[in-house]
């Protein structure tokens, strides 16, 4: 996608006042497209009307979108934008200002692909947040959970087994904080709330990437899992949990733990416990197969690499299970490194197993409600972020327009970000 063509003026001053016209766009909720005028202002979509002119569009500039395709803003619920190199290993000895720059590079990107809000899922902070929202970095908007929280040996310590010494580098660009006991968790908890997290995460299971744990450990107490909850609502806030099987699952579910990050390795019970709780999956099928293919070529450790056939083929049954039962996974990429430009390829794994507008919605209206966003973000309705993407392609015929990244068009808040109207 070319850069766009909107000028330094327009990106330091308000959102133009814009009215597209002629442009088809995707009702998600409904699944079907409708023709409008949709006009933008102040960063937000003030008004659809029927196609033509109307007495009040004299100061708007009108952008012709006939024939085109307008979808919501993506959203990807799992990300980690300080993931600039694959082994995570090698985040603390990185120099800060080294991992910023390589950030900035990743969430440009996302951009570009047309994902305009992330939820980030361990590692970014309330200065990447305000450094977006202030128009500093030209990035996604983003909702983090600062360092996830994770017990000693659990997916969260990156120490191999003949490593010692103290891993709290709460200085220094990690994705993780390691905290035992009810009061070293709760302590923990309240300090990322303290720095403007927008959730908690927490590792309730083993996982791909660290070393010293199985995939089907469990991880953290009950009281520690609880006390972690109990914080973060008492701070109008939720709780995300890394976690793979069942019974991790369950006692994460049954704890109030909100959103399930993962689920590969689910079965029908759990699937039916996630729907009953009212809680959410976000999965991200995308890393593993792209640790499978080039996870020791982009410098993840043998180790790790070996454990993702454990969950490759679990992800494809947990997603038809939870789409059974239905549960519509948020979308996810989960990606490392060198890897991350695989992101919108999720669109093409799921669709093989789901409808393609159910996909669309995991990444719009689904996304939204697990960002506690209704109504602002994933949706083209009046009083929404003036988030979309613009494509020359129907996605819903063909869900490769939105896995290869075929866009015309990217707007975040009512500005020009990527490609061009035209």
């Known amino acids: 996608m070319t850069q766009p063509t909107t000028s330094a003026h327009e990106l330091d001053g308000p959102p133009a006042d814009r009215i597209l016209t002629g442009a088809r ?3 998600v909720a409904a699944g079907t497209w409708r023709t409008a005028d949709i006009r933008l202002a102040g960063g937000r979509i003030v008004q659809i009307s029927e196609p033509g002119p109307r007495d009040d569009d004299e100061s708007a500039e009108r952008i012709d979108l006939t024939g085109k395709f307008v979808l919501p803003g993506l959203i990807d619920c799992h990300v980690h934008v300080l993931a600039v190199d694959a082994d995570l290993s090698q985040l603390v000895d ?3 200002s080294y991992v910023m720059f390589g950030a900035a590079v990743l969430m440009g990107r996302m951009l570009d692909r047309g994902f305009t809000t992330v939820r980030d899922m361990a590692g970014a902070d309330f200065g990447i947040h305000r450094a977006q929202r202030e128009g500093l970095l030209r990035a996604p908007k983003i909702f983090f959970g600062g360092k996830a929280l994770s017990q000693t040996g659990g997916h969260g310590d990156d120490r191999g087994p003949g490593r010692t010494g103290n891993v709290d580098h709460l200085c220094c660009p990690s994705l993780s904080r390691i905290a035992d006991g009810v009061d070293a968790v709760r302590l923990a908890a309240r300090d990322e709330l303290r720095k403007g997290a927008h959730h908690l995460k927490i590792m309730v299971s083993g996982g791909v990437a660290s070393p010293t744990d199985r995939i089907d450990s469990t991880q953290y107490s009950l009281d520690e899992i609880r006390a972690v909850v109990e914080e973060a609502e008492a701070a109008n806030r939720y709780v995300a949990a890394h976690a793979y099987t069942p019974r991790a699952i369950r006692r994460a579910v049954e704890s109030g733990v909100r959103t399930i990050e993962h689920g590969n390795l689910i079965d029908q019970e ?21 640790l ?3 996870g020791v070529e982009q410098g993840v450790p043998a180790a790790s690499v070996a454990k993702v056939d454990a969950v490759l083929e679990g992800g494809i049954r947990a997603l038809q299970l939870l789409h059974a039962a239905g549960v519509n996974p948020a979308y996810g990429s989960d990606l490392l490194g060198g890897m991350q430009r695989h992101q919108a390829r999720e669109f093409a794994i799921r669709a093989e197993h789901q409808p393609a507008i159910d996909v669309i919605r995991a990444a719009t209206t689904v996304a939204a409600t697990v960002l506690q966003r209704d109504g602002e973000l994933g949706q083209i309705i009046p009083g929404a972020a003036a988030d979309l993407v613009v494509l020359d ?26 490609g061009r109207f035209s």
């Open 25 to 27: 766009y995707l009702d």
């Open 94 to 96: 990185s120099p800060s």
């Open 270 to 290: 759990t699937a039916e416990l996630i729907k009953h709780h009212q809680a959410f999956v976000a999965m991200n099928l995308v890393t593993y197969r792209a």
């Open 292 to 294: 499978s293919d080039e």
């Open 393 to 418: 392609e129907d996605p819903l015929d063909d869900i490769s327009a939105l896995a290869d990244s075929r866009l015309s068009a990217v707007v975040q808040d009512g500005r020009l970000v990527a």
